[in-house]
Every structure is written in structure tokens, then in C-alpha cells.
């Protein structure tokens, strides 16, 4: 069985869910500090695994939720301004493949 989902259906999956237990849709300022604040805790998780902080006692990190939590609120955020983010993301992917097609190849500091 399949378990992937596409950026549709993670569009149509929030949207659902929103309009099942959510009531509605928080408004997009409410929604843009809420992503900030995930974002954030993220950060937290990324500077106390791969940088130099270290976790207090009794802190779990789990990386993936936190992304999972960024991922929500972005979805949610697309959905309630009208963003389709399967046709942002090949346009994104287009726009950097026109732009950077050989500018890290060609970044001496990769090497």
C-alpha cells in the first residue's frame, strides 16, 4: 500500500480536519505567529541536535513533529489564502533551476 501524499492531498487533509474538529481556520495573522512559533521550536530542536546547546533534562526532541507542526500551519495558511502549493512548488523549482542551474557547481566553497 501507498502511504505518500501529494501537496493536494496534505492541502485537502488539513482542510478536512479543520472543518471536522478545527470549527475553523484561525485567521492568517494568528496563523503566520503560530508558524513563527513552530518554526521556532524547531530551531530549538536543530541548535540542541546538530549545533552546540545542549537539551535541559527532561526534553525529548523529536525532529520530525516539529517539522510536521511547520508543515501544518503552512498548509493551513496556503489554504486559507487561496495558495495551490503544488503549482507554487514547480514554479519554485523552475525559478531555481533557472536561476542556480550552475551557480553552486561553480560556488568554490562547496568544494
Known amino acids: 500500500m501507498n502511504n505518500d501524499i501529494t501537496l493536494s492531498d496534505a492541502q485537502r ?13 484561525f485567521n492568517e495573522l494568528t496563523n ?3 508558524l513563527t512559533e513552530e518554526v521556532g521550536e ?5 541548535a540542541r541536535t546538530y549545533g552546540e ?5 527532561g526534553e525529548t526532541p523529536n525532529l520530525a513533529e516539529e517539522m510536521a507542526d511547520v508543515l501544518w500551519v503552512l498548509v493551513c495558511i496556503a489554504n ?3 495558495v495551490d ?12 533551476t533557472a536561476r ?5 557547481k561553480n560556488n568554490e566553497k562547496l568544494r
Do not use: C, P
Open 32 to 34: 503566520m505567529a503560530i
Open 42 to 46: 524547531l530551531a530549538r530542536v536543530m
Open 13 to 25: 487533509q488539513a482542510d478536512e480536519w479543520i472543518k471536522t474538529y478545527g470549527v475553523r481556520y
Open 85 to 96: 502549493l503544488t503549482e507554487a512548488w514547480r514554479q519554485t523549482i523552475e525559478k531555481k
Open 80 to 82: 486559507q489564502t487561496g
Open 100 to 104: 542556480d542551474n550552475m551557480r553552486h
Open 53 to 57: 546547546q545542549s537539551f535541559k533534562e
